[in-house]
């Protein structure tokens, strides 16, 4: 079973600022199988990214992904207010199952 | 526009049955996937098994297999999560989740259905 390690646990930034939150997959995987998601308090979880790079509709161009192999980065170029949240990382693995990383909130400084 | 309608509050006690539902519109209800998420309290996301409608494949993740069953009826475009003994640890808010093909990754989700479990 692949495991997603999602790091830091909590990223402190002002807005404007630059967010870069990493997965780490202990295995090599499929880039066209990595997708991130936001999720913000009392509210069900958005997609923003599949494909590790596509955005989904919608979803503002300030939110980019990246990554191949192992490690795949979601970085939000300026942080809105909107934006501080929990975000995860999904795979859709060998095992035909789904799995999610355990989550990074980006909180306000 | 795609909705996914999930009832929102089950209570029940250790012990009981319990299946929630998941009702579709807005598009091909039985050519696309549907995801069950658990979300235990103050924790993250955890994907219990995906069925696609139309010939009623099911996968379940292992933590999740034979611990609960996954359905859904065309016929009313709507997808369930059933279990026969609930217990405690299964108070959590579960939502459904659309995909349309595995790389797609779940672009829409219900607003969940927040089961408690207690005596």
């Known amino acids: 079973e692949i495991v997603l390690t999602q790091s830091p646990g909590t990223l402190s930034l002002s807005p404007g600022e630059r967010a870069t939150l990493s997965c780490k997959t202990s295995?090599?995987?499929?880039?066209?199988?990595l997708a991130w998601y936001q999720q913000r308090p009392g509210q069900a979880p958005r997609l923003l990214i599949y494909?590790?790079?596509r955005r989904a509709t919608g979803i503002p161009d300030r939110f980019s992904g990246s990554g191949s192999g192992t490690d795949f980065v979601l970085t939000i170029s300026r942080l809105e207010l909107e934006d501080f949240a929990v975000y995860y990382c999904?795979?859709?693995?060998?095992?035909?199952?789904?799995?999610f990383g355990q989550g990074t909130k980006v909180e306000i400084k | 526009e795609i909705h996914l309608e999930q009832s929102r509050v089950d209570v029940r006690k250790p012990g009981e049955s319990l299946k929630i539902s998941c009702q579709a519109s807005?598009?091909?209800?039985?050519?696309?996937?549907i995801a069950w998420v658990r979300q235990m309290p103050g924790k993250g996301l955890e994907c219990m098994g995906i069925?696609?409608?139309?010939?009623?494949?099911?996968?379940?993740s292992p933590s999740f297999e034979g611990q609960v069953t996954i359905s859904a009826d065309t016929s009313i475009a709507t997808a369930f999560l059933r279990w026969t003994s609930l217990k405690t640890s299964d108070t959590a808010i579960y939502y459904c989740?659309?995909?349309?093909?595995f790389g797609d990754g779940f672009d829409s989700w219900g607003q969940g259905t927040l089961v408690t479990v207690s005596s």
């Open positions: 999904q795979l859709y693995g060998t095992s035909l199952v789904y799995t």
């Open positions: 295995h090599r995987v499929s880039a066209s199988f």
């Open positions: 494909g590790a790079s």
């Open positions: 807005g598009y091909n209800f039985a050519t696309s996937w």
């Open positions: 069925i696609y409608p139309h010939n009623s494949h099911i996968r379940y």
């Open positions: 989740a659309r995909t349309h093909d």
